[in-house]
């Protein structure tokens, strides 16, 4: 899925296109793909895109008279660049939508068809689609704080909650809490003020170094295909279970639920515990989300 460094590239790029375009035609090749009813997606062609702004993991196309086009990529959902006219690629995709200087596509390679396309009017309506968790680049310890112990739940439930925190998910928490040096079962309201302090430090080090990245890796270019992936060479421990840990070479363990992983590493997070994978759903109880949709 998608996370804040991801969706800021795609807000970023996006903004080079289509501020200041015109929305000439909207392109839907699977009907399941609109989520709404009204205002229909013809209300939206003729007027102007003024802005790109991002709720949590959602994309929002601001339009003239407040009208805006929610799109939620969810796990497997991508946008693309094309040339004016392009149609959306076989199997995979979802719509097309046509602007004079080129075609934005919304594709999803997955069987499980969960992205979702919403056309709101006005601000009210827009909030809606806002899960209203903090935005966290930026945010002050004490926000921070006083967030995360608002309730008691484990780390990994807590970042990848979007009622709590805006875009950070899977990828990016497995990131977030090795950089901390902290364990992903450890429980909110047993950390210590220094914990909160390396968490806190971990969040903003972590996401701003990656949206850093992917602005160099993309300079010049809109992301491709294959470009936005939750699998990156650099990570220090997301997808590299069984290889070496980058700081101090174990190799980096993972804890499964479901189709969810998290990977950690023992020496640096959990004072060299196991987290046993076929003990999680007791371990975690109620604190993992319990459907897709809580991933937010």
Known sequence: MPELPDVEIYRSKLREKLVGQTLEAVRLKTPFLLRSVEPSPDEALGRKVLDIRRLGKRLALELEHELF????????????????????????GLVAFDFPTGTLLVTEASKRKRASLHVVQG?????????????????????FASALRAENHTLKRSLTDPRTFSGIGNAYSDEI???????????????DADEVSRLHEAVQ???RRWVGRLEADFAGRFPGAGDITAFRDDFAVHGRYGKPCRDCGQP??????????????????????????????????????????ELG
């Open 177 to 191: 809490l090795h950089a901390a040096r902290l364990s992903p079962v450890q429980h909110t309201k047993k950390l």
């Open 205 to 207: 080090e972590v996401l």
């Open 69 to 92: 086009l929610v799109i939620h990529l969810m796990i497997a959902g991508r946008l693309r660049w094309g040339k004016r006219g392009a149609n959306p690629p076989g199997r995979i």
């Open 123 to 143: 601000e009210v309506g827009l909030a809606e689609h806002d899960p209203g968790g903090l935005e966290v680049l930026g945010l002050s310890l004490e926000k």
């Open 252 to 293: 980096v363990q993972r804890i499964r639920y479901a189709s969810n992983e998290t990977n950690y590493c023992a020496t640096c997070q959990t004072g060299g515990k196991l987290l046993r994978d076929r003990a999680l759903s007791r371990l975690l109880r109620a604190d993992w989300p319990r459907s897709i949709d």
